[in-house]
């Protein structure tokens, strides 16, 4: 079984900053992807960005991009500038590439951008 | 506009007064399932469908119970809730396509059981 770990509970950051949020995971799985979901107050479940695990290039989305280190099984997510609106939860998550579709998620880290 | 849909968003009842709350998807895809969201434990699987008629456990099925008669509707139903089943729950839906990866989820329904 996947487990994913966020140990960061909360966070905040003044507005134009940067702030990274962490992950590890632990899999016996090869094949994989990895995900940053964002919740705002809203409740909605935004997609931020996504890694597949054979890729050795970290993923960048605009102002949001990973650091994934395999071996490590860690999964960071930096985001550079950050604006008032990336006040939210965010959530890492887990799927493997062959399986039941699951996602796996951490218990989240509830981010604050502070003006 | 693809989506997905549930209802009721918010629902407040007492216990072991049966419930459903319904999941529509407009994008034609194979793979369903449900989460619940809890303070601390992030998003667990209820149950999951990879198509019409075929559903299975998740990691957290006591309690609930699903079906898909249709590719379109994954009902999500509760028999006899209790309270330790308030929660936020949410439907998701995925294309089976190989190499289709973003799952679209609906927008929550907020259950509260007295």
């Known amino acids: 079984a996947q487990t994913v770990t966020q140990s960061q509970p909360e966070m905040s950051v003044q507005e134009a900053e940067t702030v990274t949020l962490s992950c590890t995971y632990d899999t016996s799985e090869n094949n994989y992807y990895l995900f940053w979901y964002k919740q705002p107050p809203s409740r909605q479940m935004i997609l931020v960005i996504r890694q597949e695990a054979y890729k050795q290039q970290n993923a960048t989305e605009n102002r949001f991009s990973v650091n994934f280190q395999k071996a490590a099984k860690s999964f960071s997510l930096k985001i550079s500038d950050s604006q008032l609106g990336d006040t939210a939860m965010y959530f890492c998550?887990?799927?493997?590439?062959?399986?039941?579709?699951?996602?796996?998620f951490g218990t989240g880290t509830r981010l604050t951008i502070i003006p | 506009e693809a989506q997905v849909t549930q209802n009721p968003r918010y629902l407040i009842t007492v216990t072991g007064k049966k419930l459903t709350v319904t999941c529509s998807q407009n994008m034609n895809h194979e793979y369903m399932s449900w989460y619940r969201q809890d303070p601390g434990l992030g998003l667990r699987q209820i149950y999951y469908s990879m198509n019409v008629e075929v559903t299975d456990k998740g990691d957290v099925p006591e309690g609930y119970k699903v079906s898909r008669k249709e590719k379109r509707n994954f009902p999500l139903i509760l028999e006899s809730p209790s309270p330790n089943q308030t929660s936020l729950y949410f439907c998701?839906?995925?294309?089976?396509?190989?190499?289709?990866?973003?799952?679209?989820f609906g927008p929550g329904t907020r259950l509260t059981v007295l």
């Open positions: 998550a887990f799927m493997k590439f062959f399986g039941n579709e699951k996602l796996t």
């Open positions: 998701a839906s995925k294309s089976g396509t190989s190499g289709a990866y973003t799952q679209y």
